[in-house]
C-alpha cells in the first residue's frame, strides 16, 4: 500500500569540514577539493570544499532511520543503489535531509525486498546532491 507514497523527509543533518576529514582519512581519498581548504577556497570552482560524493552516499541508512522505523526486523541488507545520478556538490557546512518515496516491496521467499528512491536535498538549494534507487532486503523475525 506504500508504493508510490513519499514517506517522509529526514531532519537537517549538517556536514561540516570534521565529518570530511574523517571520512577522507577512513577512504584514504584526501583530495585537495575536500581537505584543503584554503586551496578549494582559492582554485577550486566552488569556493569552498565539497563533501566526498560516497561520504553523502554513505548517510542513506542514518537518514532512512530518520524517516522510517521498519519494526521487527532481524538484518537489514543494503543491497544496492541504481540509477544513481550526482547533480549538485555539497559544499561545507551545508545541511541536507532525505526525501524518501517506495517505489516497490516485493517478498522473495521471507526477505522483503524494497526499493525506495532517494533524493539527497541541499538546504537552500532547487535541485538535489543526488538521485537514484536505494535497494534494502529486510530480514524478519
Known amino acids: 500500500s506504500l508504493e508510490g507514497v513519499m514517506v517522509g523527509i529526514s531532519p537537517w543533518h549538517l556536514i561540516d569540514q570534521d565529518q570530511i576529514n574523517l571520512f577522507a582519512d577512513a577512504t584514504l581519498d584526501h583530495q585537495w577539493i575536500h581537505t584543503d581548504h584554503r586551496k578549494a577556497t582559492d582554485e577550486g570552482p566552488y569556493n569552498s570544499t565539497i563533501a566526498h560524493g560516497y561520504l553523502t552516499l554513505s548517510l ?69 546532491a543526488y538521485a537514484g534507487d536505494v535497494i534494502f532486503l529486510y530480514h524478519f523475525k
Open 60 to 128: 542513506i541508512p542514518y537518514l532512512w532511520k530518520q524517516i522510517a522505523e521498519v519494526r521487527n526486523v532481524n538484518m537489514e541488507i543494503n543491497y544496492g543503489i541504481e540509477n544513481l545520478k550526482f547533480g549538485l556538490p555539497v559544499k561545507v557546512n551545508s545541511k541536507v535531509s532525505l526525501q524518501a518515496t517506495i517505489k516497490s516491496v516485493n517478498n522473495l521467499r521471507g526477505t522483503v525486498k524494497v526499493i525506495i528512491e532517494a533524493k539527497l536535498l541541499i538546504e537552500g538549494e532547487s535541485k538535489p
